[in-house]
C-alpha cells in the first residue's frame, strides 16, 4: 500500500524515528523552562526550539540548553540562532545536537550560507531566510537545505513578530516547491491554527509567542488547547 504523501513529509523530517502517523508537526519554540517542554513532549510535540540569539528574551546560556534537552529526545531538539559562526555551530554538535534552525538577512553572503549547510548538513538545516515578499522569494536558498521556516517579515527582527504572514504566499511557494519542506511560522496560536492549516496547506507548524503568557513562559491552556486543536485536525484529514 502506497504511503500517505504527509506521512512521508514527515518522516524526512524525523528520519529514523518511530512515530504514530500524523498529518500535522508541531515545533514549540522559544522554551525555556523545564515545565514547558516537558509538557510539550507529553503533549506530543514533534520538536523543541532553543532560542541561542543573544538578542531574544528567550535566549539560552549552553548551561541551561543542556540542561533542559537531557529530559527529552535529544533527535527533537531544534538550535535556533541567527547566522552563528561555524565555531559554534561545532561547540554545539560536540554537545550531542545535531538540527539547526538558521535564520538569516535576504540580501545575506551566500557564501556564508553555503558554509553553515556543509558543517550542519541539508537534511538538518531548517533554514530561515528572511523575506520581505515571499511571491519574490530567492530560491537560491534552496540549494543549502531541505527544509525552508517561512516567518512573518519584520525589517528590525529575526522572527517574534507575534504577526501572521502571507499564507497564500507560503502555499505557493510549497506547491511550485514540492520537494523541500516547509514549514510555517509567525503568529501562530490555538486560535488561528486550523485557518492557517487550510489556507496556507502546511503540514509543519511552528509555535512560539502564541503559546505564552510572557516571553520564554508557556501557558499550559494554550498548549493542551493547541494539541486538542492538532488532535481534531489530523482526525478529521485521515477520515
Known amino acids: 500500500m502506497t504511503k500517505n504523501r504527509a506521512l512521508l513529509l514527515f518522516e524526512s523530517l524525523l528520519p529514523l524515528q518511530s512515530f504514530t502517523m500524523q ?8 522554551i525555556t523552562r523545564s515545565e514547558d517542554l516537558l509538557l510539550a513532549d507529553k503533549l506530543g510535540a514533534d520538536f523543541f526550539g532553543f ?4 538578542k531574544s528574551p528567550r535566549c539560552l546560556s549552553l548551561d541551561t540548553l ?12 531544534i ?10 555551530i561545532e561547540v554545539l554538535q560536540g554537545l550531542g545536537f545535531t538540527r539547526f534552525q538558521i535564520h538569516c538577512p535576504e540580501n545575506v553572503d551566500l557564501v556564508r550560507i553555503e558554509t553553515l549547510s556543509e558543517r550542519i548538513g541539508q537534511e538538518h538545516l531548517w533554514l530561515a531566510p528572511q523575506t520581505a515578499d515571499l511571491l519574490k522569494f530567492n530560491t537560491k536558498f534552496l540549494s543549502f537545505s531541505n527544509t525552508i521556516l517561512i516567518d512573518s517579515y519584520s525589517e528590525s527582527s529575526f522572527g517574534g513578530t507575534g504577526q501572521t504572514g502571507n499564507w497564500a504566499a507560503f502555499k505557493k511557494l510549497k506547491k511550485d516547491f514540492p520537494n523541500h519542506e516547509w514549514v510555517l511560522a509567525g503568529g501562530l496560536s490555538p486560535d488561528n491554527l486550523e485557518e492557517a492549516y487550510r489556507e496556507s496547506e502546511s503540514n509543519h507548524f511552528d509555535f512560539n509567542s502564541g503559546l505564552e503568557s510572557a516571553p520564554g513562559i508557556k501557558s499550559s491552556v ?18
Not at 498529518?23 to 522559544?30: M, R
Not at 493542551?224 to 485536525?233: A, G, H, Q, T
Open 79 to 88: 538550535c535556533v540562532d541567527v547566522m552563528p559562526e561555524v565555531e559554534k
Open 66 to 77: 543542556s540542561s533542559l534537552s537531557q529530559s527529552v529526545d535529544q533527535d527533537k531538539c
Open 51 to 54: 532560542i541561542l540569539y543573544p
Open 23 to 30: 498529518l500535522i508537526s508541531v515545533k514549540i519554540c522559544g
Open 222 to 239: 494554550a498548549l493542551e488547547k493547541l494539541f486538542n486543536r492538532v488532535s481534531l485536525i489530523n482526525k478529521n484529514s485521515s477520515i
